[in-house]
């Protein structure tokens, strides 16, 4: 727990300090007017590709790599055009509030709230029907 909150820290730290947490910074580069966002995005995904092989080699980790599904879609589109709208996501939006940003505490009440929703109609497609019907997809119980 205590190197995840260090971690947390750095990464809040330096998102202040590139600025990432401006939504001036985001909205310019969502526009095609600046390209340091995604020269930062580039060093971060070098950064975990190169991390992944290492922790690969020398752990003996090992995964295989998940097709794209229709959710992830999905879900990447809802993100996106939250972003675009927001001109942050949740790491900024961390940061933000860390910053005391007034308009911080309304994104993440609109993020806390978009998760409930989500999780609320997740819980309800598992819930089981009241006739004794399996949920859509539910596989039966083994017998016995």
């Given amino acids: 727990m205590i190197r995840g909150l260090a971690i947390g820290l750095i990464f809040g730290l330096v998102l202040c300090w590139s600025g990432m947490s401006s939504p001036d910074v985001i909205r310019d580069a969502l526009l095609f007017k600046d390209s340091y966002l995604y020269l930062m995005f580039a060093s971060a995904v070098l950064t975990a590709a190169v991390g ?8 003996g980790a ?4 998940e097709r794209p599904e229709r959710r992830h879609v999905t879900g ?14 949740p790491g900024p ?18 993020a806390v709230a978009g998760v409930y929703l989500f999780l609320r109609r997740g819980a309800r497609e598992t819930e089981p029907a009241s006739d ?8 039966p119980a ?3």
């Fill in 52 to 59: 992944l092989q290492v922790l690969k080699r020398f752990s």
């Fill in 62 to 65: 090992s995964w295989t790599p």
């Fill in 76 to 89: 990447a589109a809802l993100f996106g055009l939250g972003w675009g709208i927001a001109n942050v996501c």
């Fill in 93 to 110: 939006i961390a940061t933000q509030l860390g910053m005391g940003i007034a308009w911080g505490y309304v994104t993440a009440a609109g």
């Fill in 132 to 139: 004794g019907e399996l949920p859509a997809g539910a596989q």
């Fill in 142 to 144: 083994p017998a016995g």
